[in-house]
């Protein structure tokens, strides 16, 4: 299997911007690891729509896998508490 593109969509990354440096860094390599397996253990697929999440501490990241064209889009970044409103 190819190593997937990682791509943040705009509300991603202004979620991400305001997040601090201490939260942001396990972040982002727990995404950046999504290139090489789309689908840790752990991740989870959401109901009612075609997507995913995986847990980095508080946070929550929700991404869709594109296996045709090898990509992850990251959808949305934030505390579990908001993230799915």
């Not at 943040?8 to 991400?16: M, R, S």
């Not at 959401?46 to 929550?60: D, E, H, S, W």
């Amino acid at each position: 299997m190819g190593k997937y593109e990682i791509l943040f969509n705009p509300k991603a990354e202004k979620q991400l911007d305001k997040l601090s440096n201490q939260v942001v860094k396990p972040i982002l390599e727990a995404i950046l690891s999504l290139s090489e397996d789309p689908r840790p253990s752990g991740c989870k697929k959401l109901k009612g729509r075609p997507a995913y999440r995986i847990r980095v501490q508080n946070y929550r990241v929700i991404y869709e896998i594109l296996d045709k064209v090898l990509l992850v889009e990251v959808i949305a970044i934030g505390h579990r508490k908001d993230i799915y409103k």
